[in-house]
């Protein structure tokens, strides 16, 4: 960390409500010049309160660095133990001025240094950045009257900057041949001699970052780490890489007032050269009447690897981005070298996109990838009804319930509002904003319809709801309250209230 010291340059308001005694001709050259011998205080011919504001000299702060935190320091002085006077410090920005709580000196008989806290966020409520360093100010409060008033010798603002990290990429390098996820290495350096509290990783195939207008923030990759909170400095690549060129890019951060203060990006260059399993192919069909899309991928020998699996992608966005459907990442071939999967998940309403790979396995378990198939677009279909599908139970999911109403729906988010003394805009402290909460009503008019449903509401895992519309949701059901009614022929009609929260996939 660098502390940077800056002294009063102008003085706004006040002047006249203070005297000076040593010859300066301002209150900020008074308190400015590192001597006893100036100083100012409140008149003798003011009565009651007085305050004078006086602005600061500021620092640059460069796009390599970022305030951590900032305070205010002072010589005074009160001539008995009746002192009171308050000090502040504050800022200008958006033509308005803000202050912190005061700094109160009450009965400093000598002439002494008082310092007060340092101070993570501007007086605004936002972050120190350069618009509120370069508007920062003091007030200084006298409240006494005649000979009790203090004295203010000199007025500092220490303005603690941190640098930004940097980071050197040491590994993969070289050609690669028995392995397509490598480690990624790094060496973490930091002039504040703080440590490191998080990491991201971003590894591109050469297309990818010799592509115009590349940037490593910004840019499609192959894989991501996101950004980690861990002091580590090796990481596995989390994807199992092809043959060809890539890059390992990685930044570090450590934190700065709770958030991560990145630096800039570094990688090294490496080459993956290996011999890939042959590449699978795949079928795919769409059922509707279970609302389901079913596989078969169909391989060949696995040679010169122990072992294979296969895995099977969906992407609902038209082939730009895909993920691994649930259970579909470890798929075991038979003895011919073929495997299916199931996808209960696809969007309805929309045309998916499906590939597979094949993933050998040599004998000291490295794995090595197969490009990936070519892609099947499966639509699927939309029956207009309400499904209920139970993610890790789908033997007894539901089409065709008859919801009657989606009742109460709300988004819960806990906030809490502050209104600070002094600020001119409250302060609100959230917690995370919560899924979408409501209530299923649902009517059954059999007996077997009642005795499918029970399975289904009876069920505490995670619930996939696909609605008429297409829309769907994640939910897991918090209530379920119900009321019967005879009907003429011994027919039961059941009205269930399913109260639900909104959760992930």
């Known amino acids: 960390m660098a502390v940077t010291t800056v002294s009063p340059n102008a003085t706004a308001s006040g002047s006249t409500l203070f005297t000076i005694t040593g010859g300066s001709p301002t209150l900020n050259a008074a308190t400015s010049d590192n001597s006893d011998t100036t100083f100012f205080k409140k008149s003798t011919s003011i009565v009651g309160q007085a305050s004078a504001l006086l602005d600061f000299g500021t620092t640059t702060i460069s796009a390599s660095q970022r305030v951590k935190r900032v305070r205010l320091r002072a010589r005074v002085s009160t001539p008995n133990d009746e002192g009171r006077l308050n000090l502040y410090l504050g800022a200008r920005a958006d033509n308005q001025n803000y202050f912190h709580s005061a700094l109160a000196v009450r009965g400093t008989n000598t002439i002494g240094v008082v310092t007060g806290p340092y101070l993570t966020s501007a007086p605004n409520g936002e972050d120190w950045s350069q618009t509120t360093i370069s508007g920062l100010r003091a007030k200084v409060t006298e409240y006494n009257d005649s000979t009790d008033v203090a004295s203010i010798f000199e007025l500092f603002i220490d303005v603690d900057i941190s640098a930004q990290p940097t980071v050197t990429v040491s590994a993969p390098t070289g050609t690669i041949t028995s392995n397509t996820a490598p480690d990624v290495t790094w060496a973490y350096a930091d002039t504040d001699n ?38 580590d400095s090796t990481a596995v690549v989390g994807e199992l890489l092809l043959s060809g060129t890539y890059r390992a890019y990685v930044r570090v951060a450590k934190a700065v007032n709770g958030s991560p203060f990145f630096s800039d990006f570094a990688f090294s260059q490496f080459v993956i050269s290996v011999t890939p399993p042959s590449v699978p192919t795949l ?170 449903l029970y399975l289904l509401i009876s069920y505490q895992g995670t619930i996939l709801v696909q609605d008429p519309q297409g829309n769907q949701k994640y939910i897991r059901v918090t209530a379920r309250t119900f009321s019967a009614e005879s009907k003429a022929g011994g027919v039961i009609y059941r009205d269930l209230d399913l109260a639900y929260v909104e959760v992930d996939a």
């Not at 990783?201 to 207008?213: N, W």
């Not at 279909?381 to 309400?386: I, M, R, S």
Request: hydrophobic share 30%.
């Open 194 to 231: 703080e440590t490191q509290a998080y990491y991201e990783i971003k590894v591109f195939t050469a297309a990818q970052y010799g592509a115009v207008g590349f940037n490593a923030l910004t840019s499609t990759s192959t894989y991501e780490s996101g950004q980690v909170a861990s002091s």
């Open 283 to 452: 079928t795919a069909a769409w059922n509707s009447s279970l609302g389901k899309a079913t596989f078969t991928i169909t391989g060949t020998s696995p040679s010169g690897f122990s072992s294979q699996y296969f895995e099977v992608y969906r992407s609902d966005d038209d082939g730009v981005t895909y993920s691994l459907i649930r259970e579909g990442g470890d798929i075991t071939p038979s003895a011919t070298h073929i495997g299916t999967a199931v996808d209960y998940e696809a969007p309805r309403g929309n045309v998916a996109y499906y590939r597979t790979r094949s993933v050998g396995i040599d004998s000291n378990g490295n794995e090595f990838p197969s490009a990936y198939s070519t892609v099947q677009q499966v639509l699927i279909t939309n029956d207009e009804t309400w499904w209920f599908k139970a993610i890790d139970d789908p033997d007894i999911n539901l089409g065709s319930i008859r919801v009657l109403a989606q009742l109460d729906t709300t988004i819960e988010e806990p906030n809490t509002v502050f209104r600070p003394l002094g600020s001119t805009r409250p302060i609100v402290v959230a917690g995370p904003l919560q899924g979408e909460d409501g209530i299923y009503s649902i009517k059954t008019v059999t007996e077997d319809e009642w005795d499918d």
